[in-house]
């Protein structure tokens, strides 16, 4: 297939709105991914996939924010209805120019990130339900308003459950389409 390229400023595609993702216990969102040269003045999140008050999957905070000065790794967020919750960066530099396999998972208790099927961090949330609403999936931004991603998104996919471990190093190492 071809991949979606965005190129961080106002690129985006609006999948429409995914209705099973709304008001579930476990979620697991998966993507190969391409970061290319952000433009000048990149800062803030870039958001690979996002579906609006429900989800967001991309990196962490980038620029000049008293969080982090240049996070370039892979980050997962779900919204409940007390607020986001996210999980903690993962290692691995993005921002290399090569394909990453990204993906990130909440179990009903943990939230996880693997770059390229290997699990780089967790953070336990507890049991929270994501929120619901009629807003579009995004890949390559926030809603088409913002958190642009500047590279390439592919085999990107959403599931309502939580993957297992070996799952994720599965579908890295053959596709996501085993």
Do not use: C, M
């Not at 985006?12 to 970061?35: F, H, K, N, Q, T």
């Amino acid at each position: 297939g071809r991949a979606a390229a965005t190129d961080g400023v106002d690129d985006s595609i609006d999948v429409g709105d995914l209705d099973p993702l709304d008001g579930a216990g476990a979620i697991s969102v998966e993507a190969w991914v391409r970061w290319v040269a952000p433009p000048d003045g990149f800062h803030g999140v870039a958001s690979a996939l996002r579906k609006e008050q429900v989800f967001a999957f991309g990196t962490g905070w980038i620029g000049n924010n008293s969080a982090s000065d240049t996070q370039r790794k892979a980050r997962f967020w779900i919204h409940t209805d007390n607020g986001w919750f996210h999980s903690d960066n993962g290692t691995t530099d993005i921002d290399d120019g090569l394909w990453h396999h990204l993906a990130g998972t909440y179990d009903g208790e943990y939230l996880r990130i693997y770059v390229d099927g290997i699990q780089e961090s967790y953070r336990k949330v507890g049991r929270v339900v994501l929120s619901a609403n009629a807003n579009s999936l995004f890949i390559g931004s926030a809603g088409g308003r913002g958190e642009f991603f500047p590279g390439a998104v592919d085999e990107a996919a959403v599931y309502d459950r939580a993957l297992s471990a070996t799952e994720v190093y599965e579908h890295y190492v053959f596709g996501s389409s085993q």
